[in-house]
């Protein structure tokens, strides 16, 4: 995210925080009544307290100075297999911003976001992500050029695992054989290196008992 | 010894380190002034709801002796041809001389098109036009069930002015039954100012009329430099007068029979040359020092 320069001590989200706190304790309590939470609570957040709001800009591409400026030496004409690329429903790509192109840009928001083609149209597809917004995830659906989006590799290791699977159970199959082809946790680090003298305990959470816990108040 | 030429030094710009570790260099086909990227990102950018249905286009080159036409689809690992047509052809189907002129690239437009017709089974279908050449034609799909062929015109880096023989290759295309899109508006034979079409001048420029007809002029007022200008045509016995007639005998040839001869692949005699010397072994090396220090050694 971009750097904010000049912010007031006092406005940053945690200090708000901390301030609404300790006014809270002040006036009684965590517990405020309807009425009087919503006149204090105004009184808590006048304009002037929340810091100059005018001081940011929210442009479409606002603090995009270094995230959609092009590479050392990667400026100029796309490249053709930019537009060779084909996008199925249902591919998983990464939205990737290309500032060479301008038209159909994603809100700088989705920068770096993997999401599912959901649509193709001549020039774009449209691609789902999902975002969260304060306490949930919602499924957004956005279009997007092609130059903008590039087929994504998260799945190129479980694709690759599963057909290995499939085919390994299929000559266990034939040789009347069972394996188990599931990914074991070994505590060792990854290939080339090894750990001696390890002790290693599988943690599982305990299921939840009334009766242990009882009654908390 | 005669003097060491100076090293011209570049008049706009010093080439210090920096300039040198910032410069950005244009893709390398741009570099050898080849291809316009512009121009081939819109011609190869297929829809994308059209997922991997290749985008044709009828590719026409020229060389100072020859011309190529070729029709050609992109695909991620390069480009691939799927039929070409060279005027260096063209003596084969009777047109001996004067090879990159508009009747000629007229005629490579027109193998090519049959060409692939042939190869892909609709040359009975679309059979395109052989009379009234100089008149628009638009290639329209009959009671067949396939659809025409459709591609679309890369001229290169050409100036596509009115009249240029870019549009005689597509031209030769389109009579040839390809679906060119296409206007009327570039080939020879078009009054820029009245906005009109002349099929009867666009016809001749097609069967090499014009060039008959400075041919005759030069034989009958300058003889000899007739013999030098035409050289060639008269080495092959190729009237250049005659030119329009023996040009659509030429067409009448390449419709009967469009198909390339493949010619056997002959390995060159030389095959299997390595050009990349081997190197010394240390062995070889030490013996190498030893017999240059005897040499000096006995020289001394």
Request: aromatic share 10%; hydrophobic share 30%.
């Amino acid at each position: 995210m971009a750097l904010r320069w000049t912010r007031d001590r006092r406005c940053g989200r945690r200090a708000t925080r901390e301030r609404w706190k300790r006014f809270c304790s002040r006036s009684g309590g965590t517990e405020l009544d309807g009425a009087r939470t919503r006149r204090l609570t105004w009184t808590f957040f006048p304009n002037s307290q929340m810091g100059n709001q005018r001081a940011r800009s929210r442009g479409l591409r606002h603090g995009t100075r270094n995230l959609f400026s092009r590479g050392h030496r990667e400026h100029g004409t796309l490249n053709t297999t930019t537009y060779l690329r084909t996008f199925r429903v249902g591919d998983y790509v990464d939205i990737k911003v290309n500032s060479a192109q301008q038209k159909g840009m994603p809100y700088l928001q989705y920068q770096g976001r993997t999401g599912q083609v959901w649509n193709v149209t001549p020039r774009a597809v449209g691609v789902e992500i999902n975002k969260q917004i304060g306490g949930r995830i919602a499924r957004k659906r956005i279009h997007v050029r092609i130059e903008h989006v590039q087929h994504s590799r998260c799945r190129e290791d479980f694709i690759a695992r599963r057909e290995a699977n499939d085919k390994a159970h299929h000559e266990a199959h034939l040789a009347g054989k069972k394996i188990t082809t599931k990914r074991e946790v070994t505590g060792q680090p990854r290939t080339g290196f090894t750990l001696e003298n390890v002790k290693s305990e599988l943690l599982t959470p305990i299921p939840y008992d009334i009766l242990r816990e009882g009654m908390k108040y | 010894m005669g003097k060491r030429r100076q090293k011209r030094k570049s008049q706009s710009v010093a080439k210090t380190t920096a300039y040198q570790s910032r410069y950005q260099v244009k893709f390398a086909r741009r570099r050898l002034g080849k291809t316009d990227y512009q121009a081939r990102q819109r011609l190869i950018t297929q829809d994308k709801n059209k997922y991997n249905s290749p985008k044709y286009r009828f590719v026409v080159r020229f060389t100072n002796r020859d011309v190529v036409c070729q029709v050609v689809y992109a695909t991620l690992s390069g480009d691939v041809t799927i039929c070409a047509a060279y005027s260096h052809e063209l003596p084969k189907y009777g047109m001996k001389a004067g090879l990159t002129n508009y009747a000629a690239t007229y005629a490579t437009g027109l193998l090519c098109a049959r060409r692939l017709l042939t190869k892909y089974g609709l040359a009975d279908a679309y059979e395109g036009k052989t009379e009234d050449l100089g008149e628009d034609y638009h290639v329209e799909q009959g009671d067949e069930e396939a659809r025409p062929f459709k591609c679309f015109l890369d001229t290169g880096l050409v100036r596509t002015s009115t009249g240029a023989r870019v549009f005689a290759a597509l031209k030769g295309a389109v009579d040839g039954g390809l679906d060119i899109p296409h206007n009327e508006k570039r080939f020879a034979g078009y009054d820029l100012q009245d906005k009109s079409h002349d099929p009867d001048t666009l016809e001749r420029y097609i069967k090499g009329g014009v060039v008959a007809e400075y041919a005759e002029e030069m034989q009958e007022e300058e003889p000899e430099k007739f013999e030098q200008h035409f050289a060639k045509y008269l080495a092959e016995d190729f009237d250049p007068t005659e030119l329009e007639d023996a040009m659509e005998e030429v067409f009448e040839a390449i419709r009967e029979d469009p198909t390339h001869e493949k010619k056997e692949r002959v390995k060159p005699a030389d095959a299997g040359r390595k050009f990349k010397l081997p190197k010394m072994t240390y062995e070889e090396k030490k013996a190498n020092l030893k017999a240059k220090l005897e040499a000096l050694r006995a020289a001394a």
